[in-house]
């Protein structure tokens, strides 16, 4: 069993920058794949993107490649989304997710290959 609380959400303005934090509980966190994914309204949940359980495989949504940088720290049972040059189409909810299987050695781009989630925090970027 995995929970998962996210953090660092807030206003920021276009051009500004957030960092997301997803801390958390269980001892398979550091066995577990980890994505972030975002749904904004009216819109389906989309993923934003991913990091393998080991070796760094990172996947990421074409529209925020360059932008946006994933990481975790296994010693703290955290992932983190660096998200730069934020843009108002950014605003959204946005969730980190977990994968505990042996798919965790990659880093799924897939919604139903992660088994647990967050409740989400809310990012709004203004034009």
């Known amino acids: 069993q995995v929970q998962l609380v996210e953090s660092g959400g807030g206003l920021v303005q276009a051009g500004g920058s957030l960092r997301l934090s997803c801390a958390a509980s269980?001892?398979?966190?550091?066995?577990?794949?980890m994505g972030w994914f975002r749904q904004a309204p009216g819109k389906e949940r989309e993923f934003v993107a991913a990091?393998?359980?080991?070796?760094?495989?990172?996947n990421y949504a074409e529209s925020v490649k360059g932008r946006f940088t994933i990481s975790r720290d296994n010693a703290k049972n955290t992932v983190y989304l660096q998200m730069n040059s934020l843009r108002p189409e950014d605003t959204a909810v946005y969730y980190c997710?977990?994968?505990?299987?042996?798919?965790?050695?990659?880093?799924?781009?897939?919604?139903?290959?992660?088994?647990?989630w967050g409740q989400g925090t809310q990012v709004t970027v203004s034009s």
């Open positions: 997710a977990a994968d505990p299987t042996p798919r965790a050695l990659l880093a799924s781009m897939r919604l139903s290959d992660y088994d647990y």
């Open positions: 269980g001892r398979t966190f550091s066995n577990a794949a």
């Open positions: 990091i393998s359980r080991s070796y760094g495989v990172t």
